[in-house]
């Protein structure tokens, strides 16, 4: 295996993580349904809740991994502590749905919707209002970051013999001036 092809690979790992971690998120919903009965919510809210982080992990992920692999389909170079740095929060955020999916079907992911006090459920407005705006701040996040890793390949290798045609040299007219006509 060429250089060339383990870098594409380990570039492209990341948001192919990410988006197995919304597949997992989609596999798992189905099996969600009616998970929060005992708390007096409806059967398709834990569903639907599903759906919601699943839209959002899988549309980053697939668009990540997409934009990866085609930064990378021929010669390109990295701003490596960027693919790092970002690299690794894509990482955790794969984690962190892959947890997701993991508790989506469990009952007891649920208990947390009563209140210690009254023993009253959150109502299911609310408990799809707080779905959404964790969904939203998640897929905001694991789009920012998913973006700045990308943008961290660059697919255009630089050097000193890659310039476009008409582009100034810089270090070439300098050298020019100073050798002389």
């Known amino acids: 295996m060429s250089a060339r092809l383990v870098a594409r690979f380990a570039l492209c790992a990341p948001p192919a993580l990410l988006t197995a971690a919304g597949l997992l998120l989609l596999i798992a919903t189905p099996e969600a349904w009616d998970a929060a009965a005992h708390v007096d919510q409806p059967a398709w809210t834990p569903a639907v809740c599903g759906l919601i982080f699943t839209a959002g992990t899988l549309g980053v992920g697939a668009w990540s991994l997409r ?6 389909r021929a010669d390109f170079t990295s701003i490596r502590f960027q693919v790092i740095f970002t690299g690794a929060f894509i990482v955790i955020f794969a984690l962190g749905a892959t947890v997701i999916a993991a508790r989506l079907p ?11 006090d009254t023993g ?5 407005v609310a408990f799809l209002i707080y779905t959404s705006i964790g ?3 998640f897929t905001a996040l694991a789009g920012a970051l998913a973006y700045a890793y990308n943008h961290a390949i660059d ?9 476009v045609e008409g582009e100034v040299d ?6 020019r001036r100073r050798d002389g006509p």
């Not at 469990?106 to 210690?116: F, G, K, S, V």
């Not at 009253?120 to 299911?124: F, I, N, Q, R």
């Not at 697919?155 to 310039?163: D, V």
């Open 170 to 175: 810089g270090v070439g007219e300098i050298l």
């Open 120 to 124: 009253d459920a959150m109502s299911t």
């Open 155 to 163: 697919p255009r290798p630089t050097g000193r013999f890659t310039r």
């Open 67 to 72: 934009d990866a692999l085609r930064r990378t």
């Open 135 to 137: 969904a939203a701040f």
């Open 106 to 116: 469990e009952p007891a992911t649920y208990d947390r919707l009563l209140d210690d």
